[in-house]
């Protein structure tokens, strides 16, 4: 008896596609070394997540609907994102208050979207994983992969597979990062005051790399330790250091 | 108080400049944030405690008076009548100054002893008493040192002082009272102790406001962590009472419920030194208490959110909690949201009042991580309104034309995959090329905010559409 294979939709998320596509071919690696056949729809773009928060619904609006079909009739939908996940998870059913049949679509789609971690961890309960990092690590809880998916322990628990990784966990992982999207670029002095503190839990761990979920706070974290002059410190979508090199 | 919520960019640079404020700010914000996730703790702590079931209960409570505010409010006004309080209404502000000098009047009165109030600040209350020739003061201990730095705005809505530290305000006292610098707060405390005794025995008018309103009861509660509170509201003669309609509870009970919540979540107390209930005024046998109460229930702008999308703000217990959590007020504090209220519940609260037009940067000064909805005793999701009031700008075409034109070309854009593929391919190779063969671009004037501070990394080269695609067809031609 031959087992029928979970097909899994990739959302790549655009920043992803534009600023670290090896993030999204480490998830496509994880999600294949664990069995999954991986689709991964050539039209999709983006969730419509930068128009939502920004108060333009009609864009998201038509953004989701479009998600909401490239992803039809596959059994689960990862994302490598815990924000553009908590978009789709959190924020498409409430797109849809006044179009019960578009708002029933976004439910269905919520309930099978999963964080990476949180798919590898909960659906599919993974246990070893590719990657062969050796150091010390520490994990910036992203706002929304924490507050509205409930991402905290599971990419910890993979990471905890690896033996040469060892997690020092900051103060304040919880903290925002002050990324917050569009903030960063109309709030840019705020945006560096908070993630100053940020990068100072970091170095006080002085662990070799950050590792986190998204890539709004990798590119945040990341621009503003080199600006204060840390070459050292590694950020690394924790993607990347499961899946290990391709 | 004039609404400054337009400058809030440019004052929010100020604060950010500010050495000491930020001094301040990094001490103030460890003490609130960790008070409150220890009182929490050693709640859920106790056998059967649960604090997320208190959160729930006491929001549902607050939901009950807001779906019949007027007839809870009808409850109380005939409480308090009954027990010898007079209930008057103000619309707004400008009513609020006029309802009080004119009582103020009535009984002759000089000088009035104030206990916090949010919406004296809201109203604008002192000047006005002032320009009537009625001498306002201060007796919390935060607000008093406020006032006599030439009437400087409160910064918090529970620490009106939390922006300024132990020697800023030494070197005040010692400047105001003529007196040698001391260096601790006790000592502060007794200073100033001294003088406002005088003024709790000459002022013929107490003014406070009320945590909560008791429907069953028509009586006013006073959550304080000083004595001031009750010297005010028992001392004088008259005592003015002026509070939001929104802070109506309909029971003791319900009261003791919130009771558990507040000042757990505003400083991480089980209790605060002092939970005053007042009912009437001085009843016949009773040794203190005023001859004369009056009780203003204040709208400026809270009916017209009941019923609404925002109607769930109208729960707010004024804890400070969200912004004492809120990594954006921890960065500038409050003086940069230039109105009464800040942090995530004032960016709700001051669009609200104020106008919407009038508070345009408040709500996208965040970013929306939900700190604050994770810690707000009574689970007022901050978040989605203020997402919400982003969508009102958006309907009210208030956002600058480049915004609103980016995010429509983005949609467009992203709704049509090939030009999106285009595009993106086209704005990876602008962006290697400005990175010049380095790993990062050190300035973006697409983004000019964002490099300012921070470096960007440059793109791999390449988008993973293109490679994806490569690989696919690569594989194609394997498999063949």
């Known amino acids: 008896m031959t087992e029928e294979k979970m097909r899994v939709g990739l959302f790549v998320t655009c920043l992803v596609d534009l600023m670290r596509p090896r993030i999204g071919f480490a998830a496509l690696r994880l999600l294949e070394a664990a069995g999954c056949e991986v689709v991964v729809p050539s039209t999709q773009t983006c969730c419509g997540q930068p128009a939502f928060n920004s108060g333009d619904t009609r864009v998201a609006r038509a953004l989701a609907l479009k998600l ?8 689960y939908v990862v994302v490598p994102s815990g924000s553009c996940g908590g978009m789709i998870r959190a924020h498409y059913p409430q797109l849809f208050d006044d179009d019960p049949a578009a708002a029933a679509r976004a439910r269905a789609l919520a309930a099978r979207t999963f964080e990476l971690t949180d798919f590898l961890v909960s659906v599919l309960g993974v246990g070893g994983v590719p990657g062969d990092f050796e150091g010390t690590v520490t994990y910036h809880d992203s706002c929304s992969g924490l507050r509205e ?28 990062c002050g990324f917050g999207g569009l903030f960063s670029v109309k709030f840019g002095d705020i945006s560096t005051r908070v ?12 662990a070799d790399a950050v590792v986190l979920g998204d890539l709004g706070c990798m590119l945040n974290i990341e621009g503003r330790l080199r600006r204060r002059g840390d070459e050292r410190t590694r950020v690394l979508h924790v993607a990347e250091v499961l899946a290990g090199e391709d | 108080m004039r609404s400054q919520a337009m400058f809030f960019k440019a004052r929010a640079g100020d604060k950010l400049a500010d050495r000491q404020l930020q001094a301040n700010l990094g001490k103030a914000k460890s003490r609130f944030v960790e008070g409150r996730a220890q009182a929490v703790a050693d709640y859920d702590a106790a056998p059967g405690a649960d604090f997320e079931a208190l959160r729930d209960a006491a929001s549902a409570i607050r939901d ?10 009808e409850t109380f006004e005939d409480k308090a009548r009954a027990r010898g309080a007079e209930v008057l209404y103000a619309r707004d502000g400008a009513e609020i100054c006029r309802l009080v000098v004119d009582i103020a009047r009535r009984h002759g009165v000089t000088k009035a002893a104030k206990s916090k109030s949010m919406l004296s600040e809201e109203a604008g209350l002192n000047e006005a008493l002032a320009a009537a020739g009625i001498e306002p003061v201060e007796t919390d201990l935060g607000e008093y040192i406020l006032q006599i730095n030439d009437n400087e705005p409160p910064s918090h809505i529970i620490a009106p002082v939390f922006h300024k530290s132990k020697e800023e305000v030494a070197e005040l006292f010692a400047r105001t009272h003529h007196t040698p610098k001391k260096d601790d707060i006790a000592g502060m405390a007794r200073e100033a102790r001294e003088v406002l005794r005088e003024h709790f025995m000459s002022a013929e008018m107490g003014i406070s406001g009320a945590n909560f309103l008791i429907a069953e009861t028509g009586s006013a509660a006073l959550v304080t962590n000083e004595g001031n509170g009750r010297m005010v509201t028992t001392l004088p003669k008259v005592h003015v009472v002026v509070t939001g309609i929104e802070k109506l509870v309909p029971t003791l009970e319900d009261f003791s419920t ?7 979540s505003a400083t991480g107390q089980r209790i605060s030194n002092y939970v005053s209930v007042l009912t009437g005024v001085k009843g016949e046998g009773d040794l203190d208490g005023p001859e004369h109460l009056y009780v203003i229930l204040v709208d400026n702008g809270r009916a017209s959110l009941v019923g609404t999308e925002f109607e769930p703000m109208l729960r707010c217990i004024r804890c400070g909690a969200c912004m004492n959590h809120c990594p954006v007020y921890q960065s500038v504090g409050g003086h940069a949201y230039g109105w009464v209220y800040p942090g995530p519940m004032g960016s709700v609260l001051t669009p609200l009042y104020t106008g ?17 909805g994770v810690v707000c005793p009574v689970k007022i999701p901050l978040p989605d309104l203020l997402r919400k009031l982003r969508e009102k700008q958006v309907e009210l075409k208030l956002r600058p034309w480049r915004e609103r034109f980016a995010l429509r070309l983005w949609g467009w854009v992203a709704s049509r995959p090939a030009l999106y593929g285009f595009a993106a391919r086209t704005a990876v190779r602008y962006l290697s090329r400005l990175a010049g063969g380095a790993d990062r671009i050190r300035a973006l004037r697409a983004a000019p905010e964002w490099t300012a501070g921070r470096d960007l990394a440059a793109p791999e080269g390449r988008t993973f559409r293109e490679l994806y695609a490569e690989r696919v067809r690569h594989e194609g031609r394997t498999k063949r």
């Open chain 1, 68 to 75: 909401i079909a490239e992803f039809d009739g596959l059994d």
């Open chain 1, 149 to 176: 998916l409930g991402v905290k322990a599971q990419p910890r628990a993979l990471l905890a597979h690896m033996p040469g990784v060892e997690l020092k966990e900051m103060a304040a992982s919880e903290e925002c």
């Open chain 1, 195 to 206: 993630v100053d503190r940020k990068c100072d839990n970091i170095r006080a761990t002085g």
């Open chain 2, 64 to 73: 009950r008076v807001l779906a019949n505010l007027d007839v809870w409010l």
């Open chain 2, 258 to 264: 919130l009771m558990r919540l507040l000042p757990r």
């Open chain 2, 356 to 372: 919407i037009g009038n508070a345009l940067d408040l709500p996208h000064a965040s970013t929306l991580c939900n700190q604050c």
